[in-house]
């Protein structure tokens, strides 16, 4: 009897396991972390941006495209830094923590990013105004510069205000043709 109650209890626990994986698969413990320089980086702004518009669209994209051959693992958020000179700075925030996402060669990450623009409603005093930002992977200390382009890849200033830009939850997109 003890032997069938321990055997159910760990089916169950099993198929509980299973039911809460998702459709993600687990990132290869042995890849490394993804790195700040082995990744292409672009910051751009979308054609016509959720957050003044009111449809709940995002406004910005940052994405980073793995350069090698190899998986790398992109475990959390990204780091994401606006300057306006030495004065004031907007910093990307997500909430929660994000899973791992297995990023083979070739393969991108995408993160949607929400901010209130210059002159919205409720906009505020605190605005940044600026054609590049500073990028990180997660958990590296080395950062790297990207300019800021709009959705057709021409260069473009970001103006946003407030203290942070929300960043939504990183999720990979697969590698083009």
Request: proline share 7%.
């Amino acid at each position: 009897m003890r032997a069938t109650t321990c055997l159910a209890v760990l089916t169950a626990g099993l198929a509980l396991t299973a039911c809460g994986t998702g459709t993600t698969a687990a990132p290869d413990a042995t890849a490394p972390p993804c790195r700040t320089a082995a990744l292409t980086w672009t910051l751009s702004l979308l054609d016509g941006g959720g957050t003044t518009k009111g449809d709940g669209g995002p406004d910005a994209r940052l994405t980073a495209v793995n350069k090698g051959p190899g998986t790398c693992v992109f475990s959390g958020y990204p780091v994401l830094e606006i300057h306006n000179g030495k004065a004031e700075s907007i910093e990307g925030t997500g909430q929660g923590r994000p899973a791992s996402l297995a990023l083979p060669g070739k393969a991108s990450v995408t993160v949607d990013l929400r901010y209130t623009r210059r002159g919205a409603e409720n906009a505020g005093t605190w605005c940044v105004r600026q054609g590049e930002a500073s990028v990180r992977a997660p958990h590296d200390t080395r950062g790297t510069v990207v300019p800021v382009t709009d959705a057709h890849g021409k260069a473009a200033t970001i103006d946003a205000c407030g203290e942070t830009l929300a960043m939504a939850v990183p999720r990979r997109t697969r590698p083009g043709p």
